[in-house]
């Protein structure tokens, strides 16, 4: 098992000149879809790809920083005070496959979410917030367990059954190396954002990563 850090990369910024991202709609097949979807980037290289092929959430370490600069470039550093953290969030992996990802509104600042689970001594359900739909979690034994996605509030929903179990050791450790992966992504924004010439470089990559501390 392994918890790793993604962001949310919207293609359709860094597509080619009048080539629009694909419709999934018009291309139910996912592989075809999937290669119609590479097509339509251009600026940034194609040397990584999305953590998993229906969504643009990408791994913060397959990044590089040229990927990097590219992206930051996007935004608009003059307006500070409105400056959110990137859309994305925790994603775990097991063989190779995605089987929990951060959902709608969830950002890169939402380890902290994850961090509650360790927190957290009763071994009632509770809401691990990931955006929406969430997931629900439940400590026993020394074990972890996490819902199915979920539209419904905890107190809406009756027998929550869960659909994976990990150890509560093994996700201290996987969220331990996480957060420092974090720290180094903020190092990093931070450095090219410097280079960039960009005005209180070092908060702002604080506030891109979810690592900005308002006291």
Not at 19 to 29: A, F, Q, R, W
Not at 156 to 161: K, V
Not at 169 to 188: D, G, S
Request: charged share 30%.
């Amino acid at each position: 098992m392994k918890l790793t850090n993604v962001i949310e990369i919207c293609p359709i910024k860094y597509s080619k000149e009048g080539y629009g991202l694909p419709d999934n709609s018009d291309i139910p097949d996912s592989e075809i879809w999937y290669k119609e979807w590479q097509k339509s980037v251009f600026s940034l290289n194609s040397n990584f790809n999305p953590i998993d092929k229906d969504s643009y959430l990408f791994d913060i370490e397959v990044i590089d920083d040229n990927n990097l600069e590219i992206i930051l470039q996007g935004f608009q550093f003059d307006e500070f005070e409105n400056i959110g953290s990137f859309d994305g969030g925790i994603a775990l992996i097991e063989n190779n496959k995605a089987l929990v990802l951060p959902t709608c509104c969830g950002d890169i600042g939402n380890i902290k979410e994850w961090k509650k689970i360790l927190e957290n001594k009763t071994e009632e359900w509770d809401e691990l917030w990931i955006g929406h739909p969430w997931i629900f979690y439940k400590k026993v034994n020394g074990k972890v367990q996490l819902s199915d996605y979920s539209d419904e509030s905890l107190k809406d929903l009756i027998n929550i059954q869960p659909v994976l179990e990990i150890d509560e050791l093994e996700l201290k450790i996987e969220l331990e190396k996480a957060e420092k992966q974090l720290i180094n992504f903020k190092n990093r924004i931070s450095k090219i954002l410097e280079k960039m010439e960009v005005k209180k470089f070092d908060k702002i990559s604080e506030m891109l990563t979810g690592l900005y501390k308002t006291t």
